[in-house]
């Protein structure tokens, strides 16, 4: 099993920027592809960025690219995803997600950490 948890989340002003990170147990970090995907209140969940497992290459939903970065640190067994610029539309619970495969928009990751809150007030 692979464990993940998610921190960084909280309250902000639009516009303003959060750094979520989520840290990685249980498996070789370095063979799993990460994502973050989230889901807000009354929506089903969306992909939202996703990492390669060398951190090569990286991939966005249209919304967040520009204001979005997602890194990976593989000697910490860390994904980071740095949000700017902030809208209110981007309120959302913030899920990490790992798996062997490439993490695409469809994707459902094997693994999953618990979550947390992002709240953009306007």
């Known amino acids: 099993q692979m464990q993940l948890v998610e921190s960084g989340g909280g309250l902000v002003q639009a516009g303003g920027s959060l750094r979520l990170s989520c840290a990685a147990s249980?498996?070789?970090?370095?063979?799993?592809?990460m994502a973050w995907f989230r889901q807000a209140p009354g929506k089903e969940r969306e992909f939202v960025s996703a990492?390669?497992?060398?951190?090569?290459?990286?991939y966005y939903r249209h919304s967040v690219k520009g204001r979005f970065t997602i890194s990976r640190d593989n000697a910490k067994n860390t994904v980071y995803l740095q949000m700017n610029s902030l809208k209110p539309e981007d309120t959302a619970v913030y899920y990490c997600?790992?798996?062997?495969?490439?993490?695409?928009?469809?994707?459902?990751?094997?693994?999953w950490g618990q979550g947390t809150q992002v709240t953009v007030s306007s």
């Open positions: 997600a790992g798996d062997t495969n490439t993490v695409e928009a469809s994707s459902t990751p094997d693994y």
């Open positions: 249980g498996r070789t970090f370095s063979r799993y592809a």
């Open positions: 990492i390669s497992t060398s951190g090569t290459s990286t």
